[in-house]
């Protein structure tokens, strides 16, 4: 049986996903949304509330993205301390056509394609959960552009300063299986070299 050797997953698509390079690639379109350096949480983003302006309950980092056709899920990584605990404090994420902003993936009639909120309740329909991970199936969107867009609304009445981190945004590709004939020459050189070592032994 022959196997065929495949190419490592790549990570591409996604501008500065994991934060190195503060919010390089992004946009803060309303509240706070602030690079947070460490030590616990490094090198992420956090949404938080803006406290000087209340008439924006909500902080939201997006950016414009191209979901390539080797894309095979969107992923993030997604920490909520204990100050994610206001009676009303949901933090969604959205995934949208880059021209008309209508939803590309999303639950039913919403906007997002997964809601978290402070209680525990969650919808997590359409996405996989690994811990911290949270993954979406994106084959369904080859060649598209999308807004992916990160939301926080805050509960101003209960006094806390709700924040999440956030980290690790990617777009992973499936893996490519080398060709078969590159396969089978690798075998014959294997065979070859073994060959050889096996005459000068001898």
Same mark, same amino acid.
């Given at each position: 049986?022959? %196997?065929?050797?495949? +190419? %490592?997953?790549?990570?591409?698509?996604?501008?500065? =996903?994991?934060?190195?390079?503060?919010?390089? $690639?992004?946009?803060?379109?309303?509240?706070?949304?602030?690079?947070?350096?460490?030590?616990?949480?490094?090198? +992420?983003?956090?949404? =938080?509330?803006?406290?000087?302006?209340?008439?924006?309950?909500?902080?939201?980092?997006?950016?414009?993205?191209?979901?390539?056709?080797?894309?095979?899920?969107?992923?993030? *990584?997604?920490?909520?301390?204990?100050?994610?605990? $206001?009676?009303?404090?949901?933090?969604?994420?959205?995934?949208?056509?880059?021209?008309?902003?209508?939803?590309?993936?999303?639950?039913?009639?919403?906007?997002?394609?997964?809601?978290?909120?402070?209680? =525990?309740?969650?919808?997590? +329909?359409?996405?996989?959960?690994? $811990?911290?991970?949270?993954?979406? *199936? %994106?084959?369904?969107?080859? $060649? +598209?552009?999308?807004?992916?867009?990160?939301?926080?609304?805050? *509960?101003?009445?209960?006094?806390?300063?709700?924040?999440?981190?956030?980290?690790?945004?990617?777009?992973?590709?499936?893996?490519?299986?080398?060709?078969?004939?590159?396969?089978?020459?690798?075998?014959?050189? =294997?065979?070859?070299?073994?060959?050889?070592?096996?005459?000068?032994?001898?």
């Amino acid at each position: 049986m022959i %196997v065929l050797a495949a +190419s %490592v997953g790549a990570r591409a698509g996604i501008t500065n =996903g994991r934060f190195d390079s503060s919010l390089a $690639g992004w946009s803060v379109a309303s509240g706070e949304v602030i690079w947070w350096p460490g030590p616990a949480f490094a090198q +992420s983003a956090r949404l =938080g509330p803006d406290t000087d302006n209340e008439t924006f309950p909500h902080s939201r980092l997006e950016q414009t993205i191209h979901i390539d056709s080797s894309a095979e899920t969107l992923c993030f *990584d997604l920490v909520m301390p204990g100050a994610f605990g $206001g009676e009303t404090d949901v933090f969604t994420a959205c995934l949208l056509d880059a021209d008309t902003h209508c939803p590309l993936l999303a639950v039913d009639s919403q906007p997002y394609y997964f809601l978290l909120e402070s209680d =525990g309740d969650l919808d997590d +329909s359409l996405v996989t959960i690994s $811990g911290d991970t949270i993954c979406l *199936d %994106v084959r369904s969107l080859a $060649g +598209s552009d999308a807004l992916l867009q990160f939301d926080l609304q805050h *509960d101003y009445l209960d006094g806390r300063d709700t924040y999440v981190f956030l980290d690790n945004v990617t777009l992973e590709a499936q893996a490519i299986p080398a060709p078969p004939v590159l396969v089978l020459q690798g075998i014959a050189l =294997g065979a070859l070299a073994l060959h050889r070592r096996r005459r000068q032994i001898r």
